[in-house]
C-alpha cells in the first residue's frame, strides 16, 4: 500500500471531539504522532485516553474532527487505514468460544492473508507470548493477563505499520511484561509506530520515547520524555499538570 503522505506522521488528530448524552468528553483533541516512535498516552482513569484511540482506530465515530493513520483518513476510508493498523482495545469482547490458535486464524482470514502465512505467524505469537500450551484452551477460559496476550498477538498477525494498545500491560504477569516490551521496541526499531496508553507513569516513562498527557478529554502537554520530565521523573510531572493533592492526611479517622 502506498503512504497518503509519504513521510508524514504515523498518527495524526485534528480537533477530535466525543459527547454522550450531551456531555463534552473529548475537547477538539489534537496530536500528532510520529513514524517509529513508542508514544505514551498518560492520564487518570477517565481521562478520554479510551475514547479518544476508539476514534483514531475506527471503533467510535467522532462529533467532529479527523483522524489520519499514515495520511489516511481513517473515518472516510477505513479500509485502507485498518490495513495498516493492529489495534487491541482494552475490554472489548473477543471471540471468546474460539480457542486462542482458532482466533488468530480467524483473524487472519479476515485479513485476507494466505492460510500458510497465518498458520506460521500464529505459532511463533503463540510461542513467544507463551501461549502456546493453552493455544487450544478458548480464549474464555483465559486470564486476564493471556486474554491481553491474544489480543496483542491478533494485532501483530498481518505486520501492520501502526501498533495501537489500550493499557497493554493490564493484569500481565511481570515475565510476560518483560516479553511484550521487547516485542514493542523490536517492532520499533523494525521501523513500526506504536501508541499505547496507560495511567502507569513509570511504565511509560521507562519504555516510550515520547508522551502526551491527556486530562478531561485535553492534551495538558506533549514532548519527549525527557523534555517532559527535565530530569524529574513523569509521575511527579504528571501531578503536577493535574494539580493533585494529597488528601491522605484529612478525613477517614475513623479507620483508627
Not at 152 to 174: N, T
Not at 176 to 186: H, Y
Request: aromatic letters at 4%.
Amino acid at each position: 500500500m502506498t503512504d497518503a503522505t509519504p513521510g508524514g506522521p504515523a498518527l495524526e488528530l485534528v480537533g477530535l471531539v466525543k459527547e454522550f448524552r450531551g456531555r463534552r468528553v473529548v475537547h477538539e483533541l489534537s496530536l500528532v504522532v510520529p513514524r517509529g516512535s513508542l508514544y505514551g498516552l498518560v492520564g487518570p482513569n477517565g481521562a478520554g485516553k479510551t475514547t479518544t484511540l476508539s476514534m483514531a482506530t475506527g471503533l467510535l465515530r467522532p462529533d467532529g474532527g479527523v483522524a489520519r493513520v499514515l495520511g489516511i483518513d481513517v473515518w472516510t476510508d477505513p479500509a485502507a487505514a485498518k490495513d495498516v493498523m493492529g489495534v487491541a482495545p482494552d475490554g472489548m469482547r473477543l471471540f471468546e468460544q474460539l480457542s486462542g490458535r482458532e482466533l488468530l486464524h480467524y483473524v487472519g482470514a479476515l485479513r485476507r492473508m494466505p492460510l500458510e502465512v497465518v498458520a506460521a505467524r500464529a505459532d511463533e505469537l503463540l510461542g513467544v507470548l507463551d501461549l502456546g500450551n493453552d493455544a487450544n484452551t478458548v480464549v474464555a477460559d483465559y486470564s486476564a493477563g493471556m486474554v491481553k496476550k491474544i489480543s496483542l498477538a491478533a494485532a501483530l498477525i498481518h505486520a501492520p505499520r501502526l501498533l495501537v494498545l489500550d493499557e497493554p500491560f493490564e493484569a500481565v504477569d511481570p515475565v510476560s511484561g518483560q516479553t511484550i516490551r521487547t516485542i514493542l521496541r523490536r517492532y520499533v526499531a523494525s521501523g513500526g509506530t506504536v501508541v499505547m496508553s496507560s495511567h502507569v507513569m513509570e511504565l511509560v516513562e521507562g519504555l516510550c520515547d515520547r508522551v502526551a498527557v491527556i486530562v478531561g478529554g485535553r492534551v495538558l502537554a506533549e514532548d519527549s520524555i525527557g523534555g517532559l520530565t527535565s530530569g524529574g521523573s513523569l509521575h511527579d510531572r504528571f501531578l503536577q499538570l493535574v494539580g493533585a493533592q494529597d488528601a491522605g492526611g484529612d478525613g477517614l479517622t475513623w479507620l483508627g
